[in-house]
């Protein structure tokens, strides 16, 4: 058993509050029961799209993602075509809370004013149907796979439309009914689902969204789009590959061990993870952070640093945590975990990154000192190891939690 693994167990024992900042499941409603259509549309193609599912729910109304104020952005995913992307403005969309929060947007000059969207509505609870002019895809030859994708705030909707759900490709039209959602709503989750019938190792299928269909995940028996600009991330464990202007392919860990993943960052710069955990720090790809986490159990839990998303941990694909913790991959669903500090226990006082403080903890023979992050309480409360002074949080009999003096 890790080290991490073995603190996280005693912990637990202590009642420890994790809940603050442990991770929640990432707004994405991947449907699986949808209808797509689009045709020839001037310089761009007419969509209809309408999915059905009981699950699918509506943003909350007033909250951070609804539609009134946060707007949303239409995304089409194409083979033949970088994706189109779209804004569907907070000005056009209204709101109706009854039995089921409604959200319509409408736009009757569709493709001129705000939108190349004519109407979307999102019935929560029971369905998302968007109608649009003239999205920023060429339908000369057929399209053999697409996938959509609405976003509002940190919501996202989306379907993909590809093998045995399409129904008619041909120049300047194409039908499809799916009855299989997504793994999420990322753009890796989109791009793959046409790329998933390639034979590892050849590979060789095609990618929604542009990029290249090979094994990306440094010898997972796989295929997988790497997008156009990340080109370099199929390389691994050499890092070779090629990546845009100015940067360079380096190596970092990655989330589940073994084998590492392949970057483009800055060419020159320190990658993540130079100045070793927990403080981390380094050059990460455009649009991430270089954070620590603990990698699966299966390959020894070891705490690295490495990159991802700027979003709270098992958001998302983030890897945020509060001072003092790291995204654990430990569970099925990633969370936060406290780190160790290496110092001597009772004095402790090592390095716990941004805004953690070493602390002292014990439950009988097992003592270590653990990183406490702002988030947490006192000891005595059952909600952190915080004590004062030459005090040290322990497990006392009938599994409470309390500080000790020397």
Not at 95 to 114: E, I, Q, Y
Not at 147 to 169: I, P
Not at 204 to 220: K, S, W
Not at 328 to 354: H, I, K, L, Q, V
Request: glycine share 16%.
């Amino acid at each position: 058993m890790s080290r991490k693994t073995s603190l996280a167990n005693v912990l637990a024992a202590c009642c420890f509050a994790l809940a603050p900042i442990a991770a929640a499941h990432a707004a994405d409603h991947p449907i699986a029961e949808a209808r797509l259509s689009l045709r020839t549309d001037g310089g761009g193609a007419r969509m209809t799209f309408v999915g059905s599912d009981d699950a699918l729910l509506a943003p909350t109304a007033g909250g951070a993602d609804d539609p009134t104020s946060a707007g949303a952005t239409l995304e089409v995913f194409s083979i033949t075509d970088s994706t189109a992307v779209h804004p569907v403005p907070a000005s056009g969309w209204t709101s109706k809370v009854a039995s089921r929060t409604t959200f319509r947007f409408s736009n009757s000059d569709a493709p001129s004013g705000p939108s190349v969207a004519r109407k979307a509505i999102l019935v929560s609870g029971k369905s998302l149907k968007v109608l649009a002019r003239s999205v920023a895809i060429t339908m000369n030859t057929p399209m053999r796979a697409i996938a959509v994708r609405l976003t509002m705030g940190s919501t996202r909707y989306c379907a993909v439309f590809g093998g045995d759900a399409v129904t008619t490709d041909v120049a300047g039209k194409f039908s499809a009914k799916s009855t299989t959602a997504p793994a999420d709503c990322s753009d890796q989750a989109l791009r793959d689902v046409s790329c998933s019938g390639g034979l590892y190792p050849s590979c060789g299928g095609d990618c929604l969204g542009g990029g290249l269909c090979q094994n990306a995940d440094g010898g997972a028996e796989a295929c997988h789009c790497v997008a156009a600009s990340q080109l370099c991330g199929g390389t691994s464990p050499t890092c070779n590959g090629p990546c845009p202007s100015g940067q360079e392919c380096v190596s970092m860990p990655s989330t589940v061990g073994g084998v590492p993943e392949c970057n483009c960052i800055a060419a020159g710069a320190d990658p993540c993870g130079t100045q070793g955990t927990p403080s981390c720090g380094g050059a990460c790809p455009t649009g991430e952070e270089c954070a620590p986490i603990y990698q699966t159990a299966g390959s020894g839990g070891a705490l690295v640093c490495t990159c991802g998303p700027a979003e709270t941990c098992g958001q998302l694909g983030g890897l945020a945590c509060g001072g003092g913790f790291a995204c654990s991959y430990d569970d099925e669903t990633p969370s936060c975990a406290p780190m160790s500090c290496d110092a001597a226990f009772e004095t402790c006082g090592g390095p716990c990154g941004d805004g953690g403080s070493c602390y002292p903890f014990f439950s009988g023979s097992y003592q270590a000192c653990i990183c406490s992050g702002p988030l947490d309480g006192t000891c005595d409360s059952c909600g952190g190891v915080v004590c004062g002074p030459g005090q040290a949080c322990g497990v006392h009999p009938g599994i409470a939690c309390g500080c000790t003096g020397p």
